[in-house]
């Protein structure tokens, strides 16, 4: 045994006296607050997180690219001229260009979970219908319905205590 840990002799003990530490032991936590006692309410609200336009318009602006590459691959590999593959690659970047101007609507069901921007701003746009929908104000704030309760409730209780001063 090594420095008096465990058993003194493991004779009778019926364990070969070998000591192991106990991993299910949960140690204590610090004792600080998850928050600081003063923080804000509104902090801790959910906030929608806003897509970057300048990304999704380079995103918009590649794929039209991709798709004007494979034009241009495909005419190159049939032995167009240079001349009337230009004319042919830039008609048709006017016209995906026009095609993603007229339709911003976006459908989160085609969008990979990598595409974090387009995904935000489909599921605001999502939220902007719901909330049509609903007939759910522009400047409605979650919780007010309480925060109204609340004063409410102060406001009796304050007529209560004022009715007790004037008894006495």
Known sequence: MSSNVGLSTPRGSGTSGYVQRNLSHLRPRDLIAPYPKDH???SLKHR??????KILAHD????????VFDLRDRLEGEGHDEDEIEVQTNALRKKLTAAADSTKSSSA?????????????AKIEESEK???ALGIRDDYEEGGHWKKQEER????????KGER????
């Open 165 to 168: 001063m004037e008894r006495r």
């Open 48 to 53: 929608q997180r806003q897509p970057d336009q």
């Open 130 to 132: 719901l909330r049509k």
């Open 109 to 121: 069901r085609g969008l990979k979970t990598h595409q974090v921007h387009e995904l935000a701003a």
């Open 153 to 160: 409730l102060r406001e009796g209780l304050g007529e209560k």
């Open 40 to 42: 804000d309410h509104d």
């Open 60 to 67: 918009r602006a590649r794929a039209i690219e991709v798709q």
